[in-house]
């Protein structure tokens, strides 16, 4: 007995509009968020005192920190990124690039660069694949470089951290740029809450478009192709709409790995970097937070809008692609890995708010997005969809996606402004836009491949072509 | 990014009311424009929350946008105006009176006066300075500051400070000493620093009470700006805090002396090696170089190498080495068969730095001694070998 057209239409009303509800309610949230970061800005950004932050470079009070660099085949980078780092203005830091078995140039550059020497440097215990080296070099820098085993980027963080000695320990990726005083920014979390912050990351930007100068961002500028183009929007959306508020709430479930400050007997006691996911950065702040609620610990994990570390974004349709999914499935990895956190009294905020919204709305959502354009299209085919409906559901998915990314563009010009000229803030207003139409649509699909992939156990990071800094950016 | 409870509420309440005049404003659209000229109730809802969305990210960007315009105009207005306004305070300043020009030109520029007004205050001394702190009181600009700083905004707030700082206190009134019971740390820190650029007698002990009551980021800022002082302190001041049993205090006082790095008759520390507290103990050990050395020098290391609290060990075997206490032999052994990786490291460090013997111990250790000592004790003999003028840092 086939169901009744009456039934069929009925049904398939009711999960169109269940679909509308969903992303509504996941639009209203991320709007509220960006509100709540956009006040929490402005009150963080009228504490600054940038004539205290000069004296404060002079004391010989600041915590020492050691900054992580992993490097896997990053040899067209390297050079200009080590020497960038070892460029900081910060009094106490030293710098330890761990070479996780390149397979290309990497370590000859590095020790013809850097002149390199082997070390006896002690190396701490915490397991990781078998070190082959440790050098230093004979130059007056405070440089160590790790040759280990290919053992991916956590592992080369745990063998960073077995060699590091310094309190806080930064993690960098090999292919970003830090800006000048970044890590003075990132570290005064630390001095303010003495104790109490475990881990603390900055805003991660865009720099192709840029210029760039000896391993320093000396023009800001918007990519001029499409693809960075869109990704900025992205990230600006991100980091100052979603992060500032989960942050403020003490929510904060990802310190991205491009850029993250921790406190290393923390890391050392929650046992470091998880090797079994490609979402560490993620795994190792939601499992912090575990460990700290559960023992009822006063902890902090805390995120900072001003440092900025520049950071290569794809170019390519193939490299993003492995990006994203690499993303999604770090994401469902972490959460899965903590499920017995979701809704759980005992841990607070993260169990309440946080870990919810990532399961409901960056877990689920590229599924429940996809499926409701899938239904949409074959509804109205069908005729089992009426036409008010389809236009409700392309209303509040692509309108209210492209008010959420404006939302972003104008959140970056009301605080941080680092876009100086009009023309900037009109290009990202057209990419706001634009990004809504397909692009937004595609990584949908491809972040439900994400989720797949994680579900299956998928392995694996996937190759990221470099251009080096000068390429991407304008040369200077 | 952290915030004080009090900014916390101010934010959530802030969130919280722009939700509900924003819902407001949706209700309100959709229930008095577009629902009685669409059919669909719930495409109205919808088209009405887009549109509210919409109409606030214009009138933002509109401000947005205007707000970057005046300020350009503001910029181009003052590099217009500036040089004369700069030319008359000049004159000014070195004796002529040029008083009812400047009131004239700050009828149509007041910023612009006031601006270049605080800029020569901060460059010129002497007489020039008292003339124009006059002529800021004259314009009334010193009653302007005094309201500016009883503002809720936490910045106005400061720059009131700022530039009242720059006026003699007789001018100013009590304003900077209301500011520094204000409730924000930062609003504190900004007076202290200024107090410190003018200091009046008696504000010294006021400024380092702050820095030993403040958080860690005042002590460390402030530090600095008293490094001049620091004699004038050791006086009278820090012995007072370093004998006063406050544990906090204590602490902080001991932070101080570390950052200034300056050898100051302070005896007062010795006492603080056997302190309950194993953070003092800590910082006593760490500022021992910095103060006189005195006969029970040897015999409080000693017994600061058998501390029950690792850090504290470790320091111990840090100044142990740095003072050449060569009865901490054994001791230094002992620290360095330690199985905590901190203390061996530093052992052998202290071990290398006690010349030939010191380095026949570890030549021994590495052949003898556990995993952790033997790699602890090349470590250190390397570092000697290629670094033999630096010292243990400390």
């Known amino acids: 007995m086939s169901p009744s057209p009456e039934l069929v239409h009925g049904l398939s009303e009711a999960f169109e509009w269940s679909?509308?509800?969903?992303?509504?309610?996941?639009?209203?949230?991320?709007?509220?968020?960006?509100?709540?970061?956009?006040?929490?800005?402005?009150?963080?950004?009228?504490?600054?005192?940038?004539?205290?932050?000069?004296?404060?470079?002079?004391?010989?009070?600041?915590?020492?920190?050691?900054i992580i660099m992993p490097a896997y085949n990053e040899a067209l980078t390297i050079a200009q990124s080590v020497r960038s780092m070892l460029d900081l203005q910060y009094p106490h830091y030293d710098v330890i690039v761990v070479n996780d078995g390149s397979k290309d140039d990497t370590m000859r550059i590095l020790i013809e660069e850097f002149h390199l020497c082997k070390s006896t440097r002690r190396i701490g215990t915490a397991p990781t694949q078998p070190i082959r080296s440790v050098y230093r070099s004979r130059d007056p820098i405070r440089l160590t470089v790790v040759d280990k085993?290919?053992?991916?980027?956590?592992?080369?963080?745990?063998?960073?951290?077995?060699?590091?000695?310094?309190?806080?320990?930064?993690?960098?990726?090999?292919?970003?740029?830090?800006?000048?005083?970044?890590?003075?920014?990132?570290?005064?979390?630390?001095?303010?809450?003495?104790?109490?912050?475990?881990?603390?990351?900055?805003?991660?930007?865009?720099?192709?478009?840029?210029?760039?100068?000896?391993?320093?961002?000396?023009?800001?500028?918007?990519?001029?192709?499409?693809?960075?183009?869109?990704?900025?929007?992205?990230?600006?959306?991100?980091?100052?709409?979603?992060?500032?508020?989960?942050?403020?709430?003490?929510?904060?479930?990802?310190?991205?790995?491009?850029?993250?400050?921790?406190?290393?007997?923390?890391?050392?006691?929650?046992?470091?970097?998880?090797?079994?996911?490609?979402?560490?950065?993620?795994?190792?702040?939601?499992?912090?937070?575990?460990?700290?609620?559960?023992?009822?610990?006063?902890?902090?994990?805390?995120?900072?809008?001003?440092?900025?570390?520049?950071t290569e974004v794809p170019e390519s349709w193939k490299v993003l692609h492995r990006q994203r999914n690499r993303w999604q499935r770090g994401t469902v990895e972490s959460l899965m890995a903590h499920d017995r956190m979701l809704l759980h009294p005992k841990y607070g905020g993260p169990g309440w708010f946080a870990l919810p919204y990532f399961v409901i709305f960056e877990m689920l959502g590229p599924a429940v997005e996809m499926a409701g354009y899938l239904f949409t299209v074959a509804g109205i085919i069908f005729g089992v969809v009426s036409t008010k409906i389809a236009v409700l559901f392309f209303v509040v998915s692509v309108l209210f996606g492209v008010l959420l990314s404006m939302s972003a563009v104008v959140l970056e010009e009301f605080t941080m402004r680092r876009y100086p000229s009009v023309f900037d803030l009109l290009r990202l207003l057209a990419a706001a836009v634009l990004e809504n139409f397909g692009y937004r649509q595609l990584l949908t699909f491809w972040r439900l491949e994400g989720v797949w992939d994680g579900l299956r156990g998928k392995r694996g990071w996937g190759a990221m072509e470099r251009r080096g800094f000068e390429q991407n950016a304008q040369v200077a | 990014?952290?915030?004080?409870?009090?900014?916390?509420?101010?934010?959530?309440?802030?969130?919280?009311?722009?939700?509900?005049?924003?819902?407001?404003?949706?209700?309100?659209?959709?229930?008095?424009?577009?629902?009685?000229?669409?059919?669909?109730?719930?495409?109205?809802?919808?088209?009405?929350?887009?549109?509210?969305?919409?109409?606030?990210?214009?009138?933002?960007?509109?401000?947005?946008?205007?707000?970057?315009?005046?300020?350009?105009?503001?910029?181009?207005?003052?590099?217009?105006?500036?040089?004369?306004?700069?030319?008359?305070?000049?004159?000014?300043?070195?004796?002529a009176d040029h008083l009812q020009d400047i009131r004239d030109i700050r009828v149509a520029y007041p910023a612009e006066v006031e601006q270049c007004l605080v800029e020569f205050l901060r460059m010129v001394r002497g007489e020039g300075r008292e003339r124009l702190a006059r002529l800021v009181c004259d314009l009334g600009l010193v009653r302007q500051w005094q309201r500016r700083f009883h503002s809720r905004n936490l910045a106005r707030r400061k720059k009131a400070v700022a530039d009242l700082a720059l006026v003699p206190r007789e001018f100013?009134?009590?304003?900077?000493?209301?500011?520094?019971?204000?409730?924000d740390e930062s609003v504190r820190l900004h007076t202290a620093r200024h107090m410190v650029s003018n200091l009046q007698p008696g504000e010294l002990a006021q400024v380092f009470a702050l820095v030993v009551n403040g958080s860690l980021?005042?002590?460390?800022?402030?530090?600095?700006?008293?490094?001049?002082?620091?004699?004038?302190?050791?006086?009278?001041v820090i012995p007072a805090v370093l004998q006063g049993g406050e544990?906090?205090?204590?602490?902080?006082?001991?932070?101080?002396?570390?950052?200034?790095?300056?050898?100051?008759?302070?005896?007062?520390?010795?006492?603080?090696?056997?302190?309950?507290?194993?953070?003092?103990?800590?910082?006593?050990?760490l500022v021992l170089p910095l103060v006189p050395r005195l006969p029970e020098l040897e015999a409080e290391v000693?017994?600061?190498?058998?501390?029950?609290?690792?850090?504290?060990?470790?320091?111990?075997?840090?100044?142990?080495?740095?003072?050449?206490?060569?009865?901490?032999?054994?001791?230094?052994?002992?620290?360095?068969?330690?199985?905590?990786?901190?203390?061996?490291?530093?052992?052998?460090?202290?071990?290398?730095?006690?010349?030939?013997?010191?380095?026949?111990?570890?030549?021994?250790?590495?052949?003898?001694?556990?995993?952790?000592?033997?790699?602890?004790?090349?470590?250190?003999?390397?570092?000697?070998?290629?670094?033999?003028?630096?010292?243990?840092?400390?």
């Open chain 2, 247 to 285: 544990t906090h205090s204590t602490r902080a006082a001991l932070d101080v002396l570390r950052a200034w790095g300056k050898f100051l008759p302070l005896p007062q520390v010795y006492p603080l090696l056997r302190h309950p507290d194993a953070g003092v103990r800590a910082a006593a050990l």
């Open chain 2, 1 to 95: 990014m952290t915030l004080e409870r009090a900014d916390r509420i101010v934010v959530l309440s802030k969130t919280l009311a722009f939700g509900m005049a924003y819902v407001l404003a949706i209700v309100s659209f959709h229930r008095f424009y577009l629902l009685p000229r669409l059919s669909s109730r719930e495409l109205s809802l919808a088209m009405s929350v887009a549109f509210v969305q919409c109409a606030t990210i214009t009138v933002l960007l509109l401000f947005s946008f205007s707000r970057k315009m005046a300020r350009q105009y503001r910029e181009s207005r003052a590099s217009r105006v500036s040089p004369a306004i700069r030319e008359f305070l000049g004159r000014h300043a070195s004796g």
């Open chain 1, 19 to 66: 679909m509308i509800f969903y992303v509504s309610a996941s639009n209203a949230i991320y709007f509220f968020l960006m509100v709540l970061g956009f006040f929490a800005l402005r009150s963080h950004r009228a504490r600054q005192n940038a004539e205290a932050r000069a004296v404060l470079l002079n004391s010989p009070l600041l915590p020492e920190v050691s």
């Open chain 1, 149 to 310: 085993e290919n053992g991916g980027k956590a592992d080369a963080l745990n063998a960073g951290l077995n060699v590091a000695r310094s309190p806080l320990v930064a993690a960098v990726d090999s292919d970003s740029l830090l800006e000048e005083d970044a890590l003075l920014h990132v570290v005064e979390p630390f001095i303010e809450n003495p104790g109490k912050v475990l881990a603390t990351g900055g805003i991660v930007r865009v720099v192709n478009g840029c210029t760039v100068e000896r391993g320093r961002v000396t023009r800001i500028a918007t990519p001029g192709r499409v693809l960075p183009l869109f990704q900025t929007i992205e990230y600006l959306r991100a980091f100052l709409g979603g992060r500032v508020a989960f942050s403020f709430l003490n929510s904060l479930l990802l310190i991205s790995g491009a850029f993250g400050v921790f406190d290393r007997e923390a890391v050392l006691e929650a046992g470091g970097f998880a090797t079994s996911t490609v979402g560490e950065d993620m795994e190792l702040v939601v499992r912090m937070h575990r460990i700290c609620r559960a023992k009822k610990l006063p902890y902090l994990i805390v995120f900072v809008p001003e440092p900025v570390c520049w």
């Open chain 2, 172 to 183: 100013a009134g009590d304003i900077l000493q209301q500011a520094m019971s204000d409730p």
């Open chain 2, 302 to 394: 000693l017994h600061a190498l058998t501390d029950p609290v690792e850090p504290v060990r470790a320091m111990a075997v840090r100044i142990a080495a740095k003072f050449g206490v060569s009865n901490a032999v054994p001791e230094l052994v002992r620290s360095l068969r330690d199985p905590d990786a901190q203390i061996a490291v530093a052992a052998a460090q202290a071990l290398a730095q006690l010349g030939p013997v010191g380095c026949r111990i570890l030549e021994r250790e590495m052949i003898t001694g556990s995993l952790l000592a033997a790699s602890a004790a090349l470590e250190a003999l390397q570092h000697l070998q290629t670094a033999p003028a630096q010292t243990v840092a400390v």
């Open chain 2, 217 to 236: 980021v005042t002590r460390m800022v402030l530090a600095e700006d008293l490094r001049p002082y620091a004699l004038e302190l050791a006086q009278q």
